[in-house]
Protein backbone atom coordinates (compact mmCIF):
# COMPACT_ATOMS: atom_id res chain seq x y z
CA UNK A 1 0.00 0.00 0.00
CA UNK A 2 1.22 3.77 -0.49
CA UNK A 3 2.92 6.34 2.14
CA UNK A 4 2.55 3.83 4.95
CA UNK A 5 6.08 4.60 6.49
CA UNK A 6 4.88 6.72 8.90
CA UNK A 7 2.93 4.45 10.73
CA UNK A 8 5.13 1.53 10.60
CA UNK A 9 5.76 1.52 14.37
CA UNK A 10 3.72 4.14 15.83
CA UNK A 11 1.62 3.84 18.74
CA UNK A 12 -1.98 4.20 18.62
CA UNK A 13 -4.63 4.35 20.95
CA UNK A 14 -7.95 4.07 19.85
CA UNK A 15 -11.27 4.66 22.06
CA UNK A 16 -14.31 2.69 20.52
CA UNK A 17 -11.88 -0.08 18.72
CA UNK A 18 -14.78 -2.74 18.85
CA UNK A 19 -17.34 -0.68 17.35
CA UNK A 20 -18.14 -0.76 13.55
CA UNK A 21 -15.35 1.71 12.75
CA UNK A 22 -13.51 1.04 15.51
CA UNK A 23 -13.05 -2.76 14.19
CA UNK A 24 -12.23 -1.68 10.34
CA UNK A 25 -9.60 1.41 11.75
CA UNK A 26 -7.87 -1.48 13.77
CA UNK A 27 -7.50 -3.37 10.65
CA UNK A 28 -6.11 -0.39 8.43
CA UNK A 29 -3.40 0.42 10.67
CA UNK A 30 -2.23 -3.13 11.56
CA UNK A 31 -2.32 -3.32 7.07
CA UNK A 32 0.25 -0.10 7.70
CA UNK A 33 2.20 -1.67 10.46
CA UNK A 34 1.03 0.16 13.50
CA UNK A 35 1.24 -0.81 17.22
CA UNK A 36 -2.41 -0.42 18.62
CA UNK A 37 -4.02 -0.20 21.51
CA UNK A 38 -8.11 0.17 22.10
CA UNK A 39 -10.32 0.87 24.81
CA UNK A 40 -14.01 0.16 24.54
CA UNK A 41 -17.01 -1.64 26.20
CA UNK A 42 -16.67 -5.37 25.23
CA UNK A 43 -18.87 -5.42 21.50
CA UNK A 44 -22.30 -6.79 21.88
CA UNK A 45 -23.76 -9.62 20.39
CA UNK A 46 -25.23 -7.59 17.61
CA UNK A 47 -21.75 -6.14 16.78
CA UNK A 48 -20.07 -8.94 15.31
CA UNK A 49 -17.10 -7.61 13.23
CA UNK A 50 -14.65 -7.01 15.69
CA UNK A 51 -14.62 -11.00 16.32
CA UNK A 52 -15.18 -11.98 12.90
CA UNK A 53 -12.23 -9.54 11.59
CA UNK A 54 -9.89 -10.86 14.23
CA UNK A 55 -7.87 -7.90 15.18
CA UNK A 56 -7.48 -8.58 19.08
CA UNK A 57 -5.19 -11.38 17.89
CA UNK A 58 -2.53 -8.63 17.01
CA UNK A 59 -3.75 -5.54 19.36
CA UNK A 60 -3.84 -5.03 23.21
CA UNK A 61 -7.38 -4.78 23.53
CA UNK A 62 -8.39 -2.95 27.05
CA UNK A 63 -12.19 -3.28 27.63
CA UNK A 64 -13.27 -0.59 29.58
CA UNK A 65 -16.04 2.29 30.08
CA UNK A 66 -15.14 5.84 28.40
CA UNK A 67 -16.84 6.95 31.57
CA UNK A 68 -14.28 5.46 33.96
CA UNK A 69 -11.79 8.41 34.00
CA UNK A 70 -9.30 6.73 36.24
CA UNK A 71 -9.36 3.10 33.94
CA UNK A 72 -9.16 5.17 31.21
CA UNK A 73 -6.06 6.93 32.30
CA UNK A 74 -4.22 4.31 33.32
CA UNK A 75 -4.35 2.48 30.21
CA UNK A 76 -3.37 5.71 27.95
CA UNK A 77 -0.33 5.78 30.42
CA UNK A 78 0.86 2.15 29.92
CA UNK A 79 0.55 2.32 26.17
CA UNK A 80 1.89 5.54 26.12
CA UNK A 81 0.66 6.42 23.16
CA UNK A 82 2.02 8.59 19.80
CA UNK A 83 -1.57 9.48 18.71
CA UNK A 84 -5.02 8.81 20.26
CA UNK A 85 -7.89 8.72 17.88
CA UNK A 86 -11.17 8.87 20.07
CA UNK A 87 -14.10 7.36 18.80
CA UNK A 88 -15.74 5.99 21.39
CA UNK A 89 -19.54 6.95 21.61
CA UNK A 90 -23.51 6.29 21.60
CA UNK A 91 -23.57 6.98 18.06
CA UNK A 92 -27.69 6.07 17.65
CA UNK A 93 -30.12 9.32 17.45
CA UNK A 94 -32.63 7.51 17.89
CA UNK A 95 -31.05 5.87 20.82
CA UNK A 96 -30.74 9.45 22.21
CA UNK A 97 -34.23 10.45 22.57
CA UNK A 98 -34.61 7.13 24.74
CA UNK A 99 -31.77 7.31 26.65
CA UNK A 100 -30.54 11.25 26.83
CA UNK A 101 -28.44 11.03 30.35
CA UNK A 102 -26.45 8.39 29.15
CA UNK A 103 -26.00 9.79 25.24
CA UNK A 104 -24.36 12.86 26.89
CA UNK A 105 -22.29 11.16 29.76
CA UNK A 106 -20.99 9.11 26.94
CA UNK A 107 -20.25 11.54 24.69
CA UNK A 108 -19.38 15.02 26.86
CA UNK A 109 -18.01 13.60 29.68
CA UNK A 110 -16.12 10.83 27.54
CA UNK A 111 -14.57 13.33 26.00
CA UNK A 112 -13.05 15.26 29.11
CA UNK A 113 -11.74 11.80 30.35
CA UNK A 114 -9.70 11.51 26.65
CA UNK A 115 -8.71 15.15 26.81
CA UNK A 116 -7.52 15.04 30.39
CA UNK A 117 -5.75 11.91 30.04
CA UNK A 118 -3.68 13.21 26.95
CA UNK A 119 -3.06 16.50 29.22
CA UNK A 120 -1.36 13.92 31.59
CA UNK A 121 0.67 11.39 29.80
CA UNK A 122 2.77 14.06 27.89
CA UNK A 123 3.93 11.35 25.32
CA UNK A 124 0.73 12.34 22.94
CA UNK A 125 1.55 14.27 19.98
CA UNK A 126 -1.72 14.01 18.37
CA UNK A 127 -5.13 13.66 18.62
CA UNK A 128 -8.59 13.38 16.66
CA UNK A 129 -11.74 13.52 18.43
CA UNK A 130 -14.18 11.65 16.00
CA UNK A 131 -17.79 13.61 16.48
CA UNK A 132 -20.55 13.57 13.22
CA UNK A 133 -21.98 15.88 10.17
CA UNK A 134 -24.73 16.79 12.74
CA UNK A 135 -23.32 18.87 15.17
CA UNK A 136 -24.29 21.87 13.32
CA UNK A 137 -27.59 23.66 13.82
CA UNK A 138 -29.36 22.22 10.77
CA UNK A 139 -31.91 24.88 9.31
CA UNK A 140 -32.32 22.58 6.23
CA UNK A 141 -30.46 24.93 3.93
CA UNK A 142 -29.62 23.30 0.64
CA UNK A 143 -26.01 24.49 0.92
CA UNK A 144 -23.25 22.69 2.44
CA UNK A 145 -21.97 23.20 6.13
CA UNK A 146 -18.88 24.57 6.90
CA UNK A 147 -16.90 24.71 9.81
CA UNK A 148 -17.17 27.99 10.95
CA UNK A 149 -21.17 27.35 11.29
CA UNK A 150 -22.96 27.42 14.92
CA UNK A 151 -22.75 24.10 16.48
CA UNK A 152 -26.19 23.20 18.02
CA UNK A 153 -26.93 19.83 17.17
CA UNK A 154 -30.91 19.50 17.51
CA UNK A 155 -31.53 15.98 19.31
CA UNK A 156 -29.54 15.01 22.37
CA UNK A 157 -26.82 12.71 20.01
CA UNK A 158 -26.23 16.00 17.82
CA UNK A 159 -25.95 18.22 20.46
CA UNK A 160 -23.77 16.09 22.60
CA UNK A 161 -21.28 16.17 19.82
CA UNK A 162 -21.60 19.42 19.36
CA UNK A 163 -20.56 19.80 23.24
CA UNK A 164 -17.94 17.28 22.52
CA UNK A 165 -16.47 19.57 20.13
CA UNK A 166 -16.62 22.88 22.38
CA UNK A 167 -15.25 20.49 25.25
CA UNK A 168 -12.18 20.03 22.82
CA UNK A 169 -12.11 23.31 21.85
CA UNK A 170 -11.54 24.48 25.19
CA UNK A 171 -8.76 22.12 25.78
CA UNK A 172 -7.04 23.11 23.53
CA UNK A 173 -7.27 26.84 24.35
CA UNK A 174 -6.63 26.43 27.75
CA UNK A 175 -3.82 23.73 27.62
CA UNK A 176 -2.64 22.42 24.23
CA UNK A 177 -1.66 25.76 22.84
CA UNK A 178 2.19 26.52 21.96
CA UNK A 179 2.49 23.14 22.60
CA UNK A 180 3.50 20.67 20.14
CA UNK A 181 0.63 18.47 21.35
CA UNK A 182 -2.07 18.93 17.67
CA UNK A 183 -5.17 18.17 18.40
CA UNK A 184 -8.50 18.42 15.92
CA UNK A 185 -11.70 17.52 15.44
CA UNK A 186 -13.29 15.77 12.32
CA UNK A 187 -16.66 16.00 11.27
CA UNK A 188 -17.76 13.04 9.29
CA UNK A 189 -21.07 11.69 7.38
CA UNK A 190 -22.82 8.73 7.25
CA UNK A 191 -20.64 5.53 7.06
CA UNK A 192 -21.23 2.37 5.04
CA UNK A 193 -19.67 -0.48 4.71
CA UNK A 194 -19.36 -4.17 5.72
CA UNK A 195 -19.84 -5.51 9.33
CA UNK A 196 -22.21 -2.82 10.58
CA UNK A 197 -25.24 -4.30 12.32
CA UNK A 198 -26.57 -1.81 14.01
CA UNK A 199 -29.91 -1.02 14.93
CA UNK A 200 -31.80 1.87 13.09
CA UNK A 201 -28.57 1.96 10.32
CA UNK A 202 -30.12 1.65 6.66
CA UNK A 203 -27.57 -0.77 5.63
CA UNK A 204 -28.17 -2.84 8.60
CA UNK A 205 -31.83 -2.65 8.17
CA UNK A 206 -31.29 -4.10 4.16
CA UNK A 207 -29.64 -6.71 5.44
CA UNK A 208 -31.50 -7.91 7.95
CA UNK A 209 -34.96 -7.43 5.69
CA UNK A 210 -33.12 -9.67 2.84
CA UNK A 211 -32.40 -12.46 5.12
CA UNK A 212 -35.73 -12.54 6.17
CA UNK A 213 -37.04 -12.47 2.45
CA UNK A 214 -39.04 -9.73 3.43
CA UNK A 215 -39.08 -5.89 2.00
CA UNK A 216 -37.03 -3.39 3.21
CA UNK A 217 -38.90 -1.23 5.47
CA UNK A 218 -37.35 2.99 4.84
CA UNK A 219 -39.37 5.47 6.95
CA UNK A 220 -38.00 8.50 4.80
CA UNK A 221 -36.66 8.03 1.58
CA UNK A 222 -36.56 11.55 0.75
CA UNK A 223 -34.01 12.00 3.78
CA UNK A 224 -30.81 13.22 2.06
CA UNK A 225 -27.15 12.48 4.17
CA UNK A 226 -23.53 12.61 3.24
CA UNK A 227 -23.28 9.00 3.00
CA UNK A 228 -19.42 7.36 2.35
CA UNK A 229 -17.71 4.11 2.53
CA UNK A 230 -16.21 3.94 6.18
CA UNK A 231 -12.35 3.31 4.32
CA UNK A 232 -13.00 7.33 3.27
CA UNK A 233 -12.82 8.87 6.39
CA UNK A 234 -10.69 6.75 7.99
CA UNK A 235 -8.12 7.61 6.27
CA UNK A 236 -8.61 11.36 6.89
CA UNK A 237 -8.48 10.44 10.13
CA UNK A 238 -5.22 8.67 9.72
CA UNK A 239 -3.92 11.67 7.71
CA UNK A 240 -5.08 14.17 9.60
CA UNK A 241 -3.29 12.69 12.77
CA UNK A 242 -0.21 12.40 10.55
CA UNK A 243 -0.22 15.77 9.23
CA UNK A 244 -0.35 17.42 12.92
CA UNK A 245 2.07 15.11 14.15
CA UNK A 246 4.81 16.79 12.28
CA UNK A 247 3.38 20.40 12.09
CA UNK A 248 0.35 21.35 14.69
CA UNK A 249 -0.56 24.28 12.33
CA UNK A 250 -2.81 21.47 10.77
CA UNK A 251 -4.89 21.11 13.55
CA UNK A 252 -8.54 22.40 13.36
CA UNK A 253 -11.97 21.26 12.80
CA UNK A 254 -12.34 19.19 9.50
CA UNK A 255 -15.68 17.65 7.71
CA UNK A 256 -15.12 15.13 6.06
CA UNK A 257 -17.60 13.83 3.12
CA UNK A 258 -18.35 12.64 0.00
CA UNK A 259 -18.33 14.79 -2.96
CA UNK A 260 -21.57 16.64 -3.47
CA UNK A 261 -22.60 14.17 -6.61
CA UNK A 262 -22.57 11.33 -3.96
CA UNK A 263 -24.95 13.31 -1.74
CA UNK A 264 -28.31 10.81 -2.57
CA UNK A 265 -31.86 10.10 -0.76
CA UNK A 266 -31.90 6.92 1.35
CA UNK A 267 -34.49 5.58 -1.01
CA UNK A 268 -31.59 5.60 -3.62
CA UNK A 269 -29.11 4.08 -1.20
CA UNK A 270 -31.94 1.33 -0.52
CA UNK A 271 -32.54 1.04 -4.54
CA UNK A 272 -29.32 0.41 -5.02
CA UNK A 273 -28.65 -2.24 -2.28
CA UNK A 274 -31.24 -4.21 -3.98
CA UNK A 275 -29.73 -4.08 -7.08
CA UNK A 276 -26.74 -5.12 -5.94
CA UNK A 277 -27.95 -7.63 -4.10
CA UNK A 278 -30.59 -9.43 -6.52
CA UNK A 279 -32.02 -12.25 -5.37
CA UNK A 280 -35.49 -10.20 -5.98
CA UNK A 281 -34.87 -7.82 -2.93
CA UNK A 282 -37.81 -4.96 -2.73
CA UNK A 283 -38.12 -2.02 -0.39
CA UNK A 284 -41.06 -0.36 0.79
CA UNK A 285 -42.33 2.89 2.50
CA UNK A 286 -43.58 3.07 5.89
CA UNK A 287 -44.12 6.20 7.76
CA UNK A 288 -43.78 6.20 10.89
CA UNK A 289 -46.47 8.10 13.34
CA UNK A 290 -45.13 10.45 16.11
CA UNK A 291 -41.67 9.59 14.84
CA UNK A 292 -38.92 11.45 16.72
CA UNK A 293 -37.21 14.80 14.53
CA UNK A 294 -34.45 13.70 12.25
CA UNK A 295 -32.91 16.29 9.63
CA UNK A 296 -34.47 15.91 6.33
CA UNK A 297 -31.48 17.61 4.36
CA UNK A 298 -27.92 17.51 5.48
CA UNK A 299 -24.81 18.13 3.51
CA UNK A 300 -21.14 19.37 4.17
CA UNK A 301 -18.88 21.21 2.57
CA UNK A 302 -15.49 19.67 2.68
CA UNK A 303 -13.41 22.29 0.83
CA UNK A 304 -11.20 22.70 3.76
CA UNK A 305 -9.84 18.87 3.95
CA UNK A 306 -9.21 18.64 0.07
CA UNK A 307 -7.11 21.92 0.18
CA UNK A 308 -5.74 22.21 3.27
CA UNK A 309 -4.98 17.96 3.75
CA UNK A 310 -5.26 16.98 0.28
CA UNK A 311 -7.60 14.60 1.18
CA UNK A 312 -10.53 13.70 -1.20
CA UNK A 313 -13.30 10.70 -0.86
CA UNK A 314 -12.32 7.49 -3.30
CA UNK A 315 -15.04 5.21 -3.54
CA UNK A 316 -18.45 7.06 -4.63
CA UNK A 317 -21.28 5.90 -3.66
CA UNK A 318 -21.88 3.21 -6.81
CA UNK A 319 -18.40 1.50 -5.33
CA UNK A 320 -19.65 2.05 -1.56
CA UNK A 321 -22.76 -0.15 -2.35
CA UNK A 322 -21.10 -2.55 -4.34
CA UNK A 323 -18.13 -3.49 -1.79
CA UNK A 324 -20.65 -3.32 0.73
CA UNK A 325 -22.81 -6.18 -0.26
CA UNK A 326 -19.83 -8.15 -0.93
CA UNK A 327 -18.63 -8.00 2.54
CA UNK A 328 -22.29 -9.44 3.71
CA UNK A 329 -22.63 -11.82 0.99
CA UNK A 330 -19.02 -13.16 2.37
CA UNK A 331 -20.65 -12.94 5.46
CA UNK A 332 -23.43 -14.78 4.81
CA UNK A 333 -21.40 -17.83 2.53
CA UNK A 334 -19.11 -18.05 5.66
CA UNK A 335 -16.28 -16.62 4.36
CA UNK A 336 -13.09 -15.87 5.00
CA UNK A 337 -13.74 -12.08 6.83
CA UNK A 338 -10.39 -10.96 7.34
CA UNK A 339 -9.16 -11.58 3.63
CA UNK A 340 -12.32 -9.82 2.47
CA UNK A 341 -11.67 -7.02 4.88
CA UNK A 342 -7.73 -6.81 3.45
CA UNK A 343 -8.30 -7.04 0.10
CA UNK A 344 -11.08 -4.22 0.17
CA UNK A 345 -8.31 -1.96 2.16
CA UNK A 346 -5.71 -2.84 -0.34
CA UNK A 347 -7.62 -2.31 -3.26
CA UNK A 348 -9.07 1.48 -1.78
CA UNK A 349 -5.44 2.13 -0.93
CA UNK A 350 -4.61 1.31 -4.47
CA UNK A 351 -7.16 3.38 -6.26
CA UNK A 352 -6.10 6.59 -4.43
CA UNK A 353 -6.46 6.18 -0.38
CA UNK A 354 -4.10 8.34 0.97
CA UNK A 355 -2.92 8.25 5.29
Not at 203 to 228: F, H, L, M, T, W
Request: charge should be negative.
Amino acid sequence: MTDNAFYKDKKVFITGHTGFKGSWLCKLLLELGAKVCGYALAPKEDKLLFSLSKVEDDIESVIGDIRERKCLEKSIMQFQPDIVIHMAAQPIVRESYKNPVDTYDINVMGTVNVMEAVRLCGNVRSVVNVTTDKVYRNIECHRGYIEGDILDGYDPYSNSKSCSELVTGSYVRSFFENTDIAVSTCRAGNVLGGGDFSKDRIIPDCYRAVCKKGKIIVRNPESVRPYQHVLDPLCAYLMLAHKQYEDVSYMGAYNIGPDHADNVKTGEIVEMFCHEWGDGAEWMVQREENAPHEANYLYLDCSKAKKVLGWKPVWGISQTIEKTVAWYKVFMADGDIPLCMEEQIHEFMNKGGQI
